[in-house]
């Protein structure tokens, strides 16, 4: 496996449902990113990891969860989820968090839909 | 406050002309980092360019090429000689001294046969 990948690719769950999305970058890097895309509005930056302490976490609601066991993988566990809540999520990795200097890398995402 | 404006929403063209996507920007950092993505279908983001405010270069990667200019704060993106694998959504971003990503919300490019 080469850059970033994300599984599942396609995911469809209840409102009731507890599920998690997994990323992991083959890349070395230390810095982890998840993204929320929903249609038709700009991409949300969720949360911001590194070298597995999370940096950031933006406003999020708690029905969110991410887990960074190590630099290479990267979770977002999922429960009660709202319909609104489906969207593309997308999980980046970065050399580093350093200003700007590294660019993300991005996985293919994992395409959620909440019913 | 940073800001990325992408006016295009949507751009049409034929294969084979050239066409220009528009990334205007907001930051009132002196240093900071301007980048463009592509996103197919597929879905994927793609890196295609990472540019620092110090470097007013302009670049040329084979059809790709994007021209800087910091007094209109701009970093436009040109394609030339389109092909229908172009089709896509392109995004231009914006990072400063924080690791954020600043996005405009992408020009959807469609290449018509």
């Known amino acids: 496996e080469t850059g970033v990948t994300q599984t599942p690719r396609h995911l469809v769950m209840g409102m009731t449902n507890k599920k998690s999305l997994k990323c992991e970058q083959h890349l070395g890097h230390n810095a982890m990113y998840w993204y929320k895309q929903s249609a038709k509005k700009p991409l949300e930056l969720m949360f911001v990891y590194s070298l597995e302490e999370r940096v950031e976490n933006n406003s999020v609601p708690s029905r969110f969860s991410p887990e960074c066991p190590n630099s290479s993988h990267l979770f977002l566990h999922l429960h009660t989820l709202q319909p609104e809540d489906s969207a593309l999520y997308l999980c980046?990795?970065?050399?580093?968090?350093?200003?700007?200097?590294?660019?993300?890398?991005f996985g293919p995402g994992t395409r959620l839909t909440v019913t | 406050a940073q800001k990325v404006t992408q006016a295009q929403t949507e751009i049409s063209v034929v294969e084979k002309e050239d066409v220009t996507l528009d990334c205007v920007y907001e930051t009132r950092d002196t240093t900071y980092y301007l980048f463009w993505y592509k996103q197919p279908p597929s879905g994927e983001l793609v890196f295609l360019i990472r540019?620092?405010?110090?470097d007013e270069q302009n670049e040329i990667s084979g059809r790709y090429s994007w021209n800087f200019q910091k007094s209109t704060s701009s970093f436009n993106f040109t394609i030339t000689a389109s092909q229908v694998v172009d089709s896509a959504v392109y995004f231009c971003a914006l990072a400063d001294s924080n690791y954020q990503l600043i996005w405009g919300a992408g020009t959807k490019l469609i290449i018509k046969p």
């Open positions: 980046a990795s970065s050399q580093d968090l350093r200003g700007g200097n590294y660019e993300q890398y």
């Open positions: 540019r620092n405010s110090f």
